[in-house]
Structure formats: C-alpha cells, structure tokens
C-alpha cells in the first residue's frame, strides 16, 4: 500500500508542477518522459541494483578515506579535536574537511580536467534528454560546482540568453549542491542516499522547471559558448591556490554563522510560540502546547505522507522537512545525524534525499544576488517576479527526489 502511495506522490508533484506552469500549452511531454524514465532507471541502479549499490558505497567509502586526509590536517593544528576516541563536534567533523575539497576541486578546475568532464556528461545528458545544450551543461556544472559558482563559471552564456531562459536557470539553481560540500553531508547521514540523491537531483531540476517554464528554442539558439573560467587560467598557480584556501574559510565561517543563526532564531521562535500557545491552553484549563517544529509540520505532511511514509513517521519528517526549507540542509542533518541509523529503511532514504539540496529561503537571496552581478537589470527584475515559482520548483525537486528514492528503499 505504502508502495502505490509513493507512486501516486510522484504523480501528485508532476501535478503540482504542471498546475503551477507559466505555460502549459508548451510543455515537452516526449522530453518530460524520457527524464522521468532516466530517473527511474537511475534510482533503480543506484539503490536496488547490486552493481548500481556496490559503485555508490565504494564512492561513499573513498569520500570518506579522503575525509581522514582533512582530519589529518586539523589534528596538526589543533590535535585535541580530532583525539582517538573523541567525540567531534559537528563543525570539526562536517566543515573542516571543506578546507581540503574546495581547494581539490579548484585545482581540477584549473588543469581544465573538471570543465572536460562537465562537458561530456553535459552533452551526453542532452542527446538523451533531448533538452538545450546550456541547461544540461549547467546543471552538470551545478552537480560538481554548486549552484552560485556555477552561476559565475557561466556568466558569459547567461548574458547571451533570453530572460525565460535565465529563469529557468535561477529554478534549476534552487536544486543543487555543492560538490565541496559533499564531505560533510556524508559526515551526518548516510552517504550513498547522498551520492544517490547529487544526480537525481540534477534530472528532476531539469524535468520540474521544464514543465514550470516551458520555453521553444530555435536550434541556432542552442549553442554553449564557455563553460570555463578564463580568470582562472590568468592567476599563477599558488595564487590561485592560496585564493581557494582563503574562499574555503570563508565558506566554513558563513555555513558556521549561518548555523548558529538559524538554530538561535528557530530556538527563540519556537520558545515563544511555547509561551503563547501554553498560556492560551492554561487558560482554557487545556493540557500541551505545540511550538515551531509542529506548525512547520503542519504544511509538508500531506507531501510526506505521500512519500508513502507511515502516518506516524510522516509527522516527525515533516517537521525535518519544512525546517530545512526555512533554515538548511545543515541545521536538519545535525539534528538528525546521531539518530538516523535507527530508522526504517524507508524513512531514512526519503529524508536523507530530501535534505540534499540547498533548497531553501536563504538560497533564493543568493541567486537573485549572484543574477544581479550577471545580467541586466530587465532580466534580473524578470526572475526576482518569480521568486515563488523558484522556491516552490527546489521543494518540488527535493519531493520527486525522495520519491523515486523512495520506490526501491523498503
């Protein structure tokens, strides 16, 4: 039963999609299939498949035995926070390794090894999927780079293309990660769901803004101008280099302050609303109180019970759920890292592919912000019309993530 509700979930979120769709006369059914196929088989391979599991675990345990090179380097500077049979708090063990991947991936990029690999899977990508060479190039970038910084890499095509196009574009934005960060998402939760939800991702960000904002392309129109960063190639190496060290501290300050911020907020909110609601109930001579975890909840439980989760266990994601959109992915993962183990199968698979996204209020600023620098202010204005529609196409995404996750995950 709880099979046949995850199905009809898929379906429902395609609905909603197309409900919501700037154009619906337009939509590309023949390249929405294909997608949707793509993803099955994806999800199928990745999660069900002997091979598919086999692949994605050794990942899971390289990124891993890479993470102890990261350790290594902390324990140099500061040895008591990375002692044998210590307990390290999450910044340590989740953030810190940043200052090893971001300079990893900088390099690959400035050797011109990570644009090459973008570029095939890019172009792959849209042979299959039948869908504009730009976008699936970029949400290739977006799956190694991250969302802003693919935003950058791009900047020249962005300049060239239409105002729906860049929309497009912004939508696919609010369904990436980081590859940099990955290392730390795999730190808190399982990280095969993790590798596993990274492509599907990409896929469903494709599907669900093609179907928000169908757009008709002529085929000279479809062209890829650059998908490599010249002021790269202009810096000597170790100035690049150093550059990368000093953007990865600076990225690990930003998700510390932004962590420590969210959290205090939500504690403070959810203090209150205690306040309010228990002295409301008090005098009503009523027992309890609820707070900002179940009025958060209250919105994404109908999705989660879709997700084909029990009544019970669909209560307690949604509350993770919608407190990810409002503060991040982090917030969540931390909250949940030292008891996910003891999940179902299921529930485990659907919240991990849930949270692996940046799918959230704060990203919404960060691409409006990122677009401004980029396009002009006619198209910059067109997008900021459309925020809604962009944080309504990351919920989507992250929703048809976890569901398709969630049909091979029992």
Same mark, same amino acid.
């Given at each position: 039963?709880?099979?046949?509700?995850?199905?009809?979930?898929?379906?429902?979120?395609?609905?909603?999609?197309?409900?919501?769709?700037?154009?619906?006369?337009?939509?590309?059914?023949?390249?929405?299939?294909?997608?949707?196929?793509?993803?099955?088989?994806?999800?199928?391979?990745?999660?069900?498949?002997?091979?598919?599991?086999?692949?994605?675990?050794?990942?899971?345990?390289?990124?891993?035995?890479?993470?102890?090179?990261?350790?290594?380097?902390?324990?140099?500077?500061?040895?008591?926070?990375?002692?044998?049979?210590?307990?390290?708090?999450?910044?340590?063990?989740?953030?810190?390794?940043?200052?090893?991947?971001?300079?990893?991936?900088?390099?690959?990029?400035?050797?011109?090894?990570?644009?090459?690999?973008?570029?095939?899977?890019?172009?792959?990508?849209?042979?299959?999927?039948?869908?504009?060479?730009?976008?699936?190039?970029?949400?290739?970038?977006?799956?190694?780079?991250?969302?802003?910084?693919?935003?950058?890499?791009?900047?020249?095509?962005?300049?060239?293309?239409?105002?729906?196009?860049?929309?497009?574009?912004?939508?696919?934005?609010?369904?990436?990660?980081?590859?940099?960060?990955?290392?730390?998402?795999?730190?808190?939760?399982?990280?095969?769901?993790?590798?596993?939800?990274?492509?599907?991702?990409?896929?469903?960000?494709?599907?669900?803004?093609?179907?928000?904002?169908?757009?008709?392309?002529?085929?000279?129109?479809?062209?890829?101008?650059?998908?490599?960063?010249?002021?790269?190639?202009?810096?000597?190496?170790?100035?690049?280099?150093?550059?990368?060290?000093?953007?990865? #501290?600076? @990225?690990?300050? %930003?998700?510390?302050?932004?962590?420590?911020? =969210? !959290? *205090?907020?939500?504690?403070?909110?959810?203090? &209150?609303?205690?306040?309010?609601?228990?002295?409301?109930?008090?005098?009503?001579?009523?027992?309890?109180?609820?707070?900002?975890?179940?009025?958060?909840?209250?919105?994404?439980?109908?999705?989660?019970?879709?997700?084909?989760?029990?009544?019970?266990?669909?209560?307690?994601?949604?509350?993770?759920?919608?407190?990810?959109?409002?503060?991040?992915?982090?917030?969540?993962?931390?909250?949940?890292?030292?008891?996910?183990?003891?999940?179902?199968?299921?529930?485990?698979?659907?919240?991990?592919?849930?949270?692996?996204?940046?799918?959230?209020?704060?990203?919404?600023?960060?691409?409006? #912000?990122? @677009?401004?620098? %980029?396009?002009?202010?006619?198209?910059?204005? =067109? !997008? *900021?019309?459309?925020?809604?529609?962009?944080? &309504?196409?990351?919920?989507?995404?992250?929703?048809?993530?976890?569901?398709?996750?969630?049909?091979?995950?029992?």
């Amino acid at each position: 039963m709880f099979l046949l509700i995850n199905i009809i979930g898929l379906f429902v979120f395609l609905g909603i999609a197309v409900l919501c769709s700037r154009n619906k006369k337009n939509i590309q059914w023949g390249s929405v299939g294909i997608l949707v196929l793509v993803n099955l088989v994806l999800a199928w391979f990745l999660i069900y498949f002997p091979w598919g599991k086999a692949a994605v675990h050794g990942l899971a345990n390289a990124i891993a035995w890479g993470i102890e090179s990261a350790h290594a380097g902390t324990g140099f500077a500061f040895s008591s926070w990375v002692k044998p049979g210590g307990q390290m708090d999450m910044a340590v063990s989740a953030l810190f390794p940043i200052l090893l991947v971001v300079p990893l991936f900088d390099i690959l990029m400035y050797f011109n090894i990570l644009p090459k690999i973008i570029g095939g899977i890019g172009w792959v990508l849209a042979k299959v999927t039948r869908q504009p060479k730009f976008e699936s190039f970029f949400g290739i970038e977006m799956m190694f780079l991250g969302n802003t910084e693919a935003l950058a890499v791009s900047n020249e095509q962005l300049k060239r293309i239409n105002e729906a196009r860049v929309l497009t574009i912004a939508m696919m934005s609010m369904s990436s990660v980081s590859g940099a960060i990955v290392g730390a998402y795999v730190t808190m939760v399982p990280g095969d769901l993790v590798l596993t939800a990274i492509p599907l991702n990409i896929i469903n960000a494709i599907i669900i803004a093609s179907i928000l904002n169908p757009i008709s392309l002529e085929d000279k129109e479809d062209v890829i101008y650059s998908i490599r960063n010249n002021e790269i190639e202009r810096q000597p190496f170790f100035s690049f280099l150093g550059d990368s060290v000093l953007n990865a #501290g600076k @990225l690990i300050l %930003i998700i510390i302050a932004f962590v420590i911020s =969210f !959290v *205090a907020l939500s504690d403070l909110i959810d203090r &209150l609303i205690h306040l309010i609601t228990g002295g409301i109930a008090h005098l009503m001579h009523i027992k309890g109180s609820f707070g900002l975890d179940q009025i958060l909840g209250a919105f994404m439980y109908p999705f989660a019970l879709l997700l084909g989760l029990p009544f019970d266990e669909a209560w307690h994601v949604a509350q993770q759920m919608s407190k990810k959109i409002v503060t991040n992915e982090f917030v969540v993962m931390g909250e949940i890292s030292k008891h996910i183990d003891s999940y179902s199968a299921h529930r485990r698979a659907i919240i991990t592919t849930f949270l692996v996204s940046f799918a959230n209020f704060s990203t919404i600023g960060m691409i409006v #912000g990122t @677009l401004k620098g %980029i396009v002009d202010q006619k198209t910059s204005d =067109f !997008v *900021a019309k459309y925020v809604p529609m962009m944080l &309504l196409a990351g919920i989507l995404v992250s929703l048809m993530t976890a569901g398709f996750v969630g049909l091979f995950a029992w």
